[in-house]
């Protein structure tokens, strides 16, 4: 749950990514040894901190190189108690984590591996997670994290965030790390859970802190925007079970509605920035509005389908990818009850690159359904599920696959 915070502190301390990570694994080692005895300490966070310190200082002297770092850090180690609640300072830990996503986002780095590295090491993010979210294989992506580390490593990148004319530059790749710890936090790949708490937090989180750097960006706007909409449905999204509830379904009651209204008003935000420069919507931008369709309708019955239809045609203007495409298609269906399903199935019918994913079964699964194909819909049902690794996700769609048999 610290990591992000801990690799954070110690990237800052000594200069170097993939070194920070090692010992901060290496610290969670010593503190599955010695725990168990000694029991946990009350700043669980600090004593990892700390720990991993002196393993830098270490490696520093085995190495011969007691430089400054080695003095700075022994003088820290020295003039602090690791188990006090000041030793954990949130709001220089909280700078450090936006720190680390920017350096991430270096222009040293390719945009897959500035994206890869920072979902790997902010994120917390497994290499079968980041591969999902970029639709390729594993080892292409723990390629990429290792060259990034190396590529980091060797240009001395200094543990700072650059200066505000460099935001341009590494916005881009920020705003989509942000997203893609979101996306796996709201829909978790893996595992026994269907949202993932932590990385939905943390990406809100990171989306304020930036909010309030850059408030002139309307694309960051955008991005919180989507967030807040999305984070408002989380009390209906699964039952006391945690199984899911699908969206049409949900009690609406339960949204958060302060949460909501925090969403209109950082897209009107968003409005605002693009009105002052003259310029057209993102794709972050146009999700919040897509998401603010949903937010704001009293029943699902009152969602303005056209108009999100309409929205996902800007959006795959300006951001085109299967998956845009394959939820126009969706709401395509949702428009027009009469003949919508069967458009929707023409499009999806025609998508290339969501074979090895089971959302493509998935949504031609809901669509035969209504179609009234239901054998064939349950076939697809059962491909889907076969296909998906969170067990939440396999659940919904073997329930669907046998309503479909009826």
């Not at 989180?205 to 925007?225: F, N, T």
């Not at 003259?278 to 509005?289: E, F, T």
């Not at 019955?301 to 929205?311: E, F, G, H, Q």
Request: net charge negative; charged share 25%; with cysteine.
């Amino acid at each position: 749950m610290e990591a992000a915070k801990i690799v954070a502190t110690l990237t800052r301390a000594v200069g170097d990514v993939g070194l920070a990570e090692d010992l901060a694994q290496e610290a969670l080692v010593d503190a599955l040894e010695q725990w168990p005895s000694s029991g946990v300490p009350r700043n669980a966070a600090a004593w990892l901190t700390t720990v991993a310190k002196r393993k830098a200082i270490d490696f520093w002297r085995r190495q011969d190189n007691l430089d400054s770092k080695y003095s700075a850090l022994a003088h820290e180690l020295e003039t602090q108690v690791s188990d006090s609640p000041q030793a954990w300072d949130p709001d220089r830990i909280d700078d450090d984590v936006l720190r680390l996503v920017f350096i991430s986002a270096h222009p040293v780095l390719s945009r897959e591996g500035q994206i890869a590295l920072t979902l790997r090491v902010v994120g917390g993010l497994t290499t079968e997670e980041i591969a999902r979210a970029f639709l390729t294989s594993k080892a292409t992506i723990a390629a990429r994290i290792t060259r990034a580390k190396k590529t980091l490593s060797a240009a001395k990148v200094p543990f700072v965030v650059p200066d505000p004319s460099e935001y341009p530059r590494r916005l881009s790749a920020v705003l989509s790390v942000i997203y893609l710890i979101y996306n796996e936090g709201y829909s978790a790949s893996f595992g026994q859970h269907w949202i993932r708490d932590e990385l939905c937090s943390e990406a809100l989180r990171l989306g304020r802190v930036l909010a309030a750097l850059m408030p002139d960006e309307p694309e960051v706007h955008g991005l919180l925007s989507l967030m807040e909409f999305q984070s408002s449905r989380f009390a209906a999204r699964t039952d006391r079970d945690g199984r899911p509830i699908l969206l049409e379904d949900q009690n609406r009651t339960r949204w958060d509605r302060a949460q909501i209204q925090r969403g209109v008003a950082a897209l009107e935000r968003a409005a605002s920035a693009l009105q002052r420069r003259g310029v057209g919507w993102g794709p972050y931008g146009l999700q919040a509005a897509i998401a603010e369709c949903h937010a704001t309708a009293p029943t699902a019955a009152d969602t303005n389908w056209k108009r999100i239809v309409l929205l996902y045609d800007g959006l795959l203007q300006v951001a085109p990818s299967p998956v845009v495409a394959l939820n126009r298609a969706v709401a395509v269906a949702m428009a027009d009850p009469v003949s919508g399903p069967a458009s929707a199935l023409a499009i999806v019918d025609q998508l290339a690159g969501l074979e090895e994913s089971y959302l493509l079964p998935s949504v031609r699964g809901e669509l035969l359904m209504r179609l009234g194909r239901g054998t064939e819909a349950a076939d697809e049902f059962d491909r889907a599920a076969k296909m998906a690794d969170n067990e939440r996700e396999r659940e919904v769609l073997a329930d669907k696959a046998a309503r479909a048999r009826g």
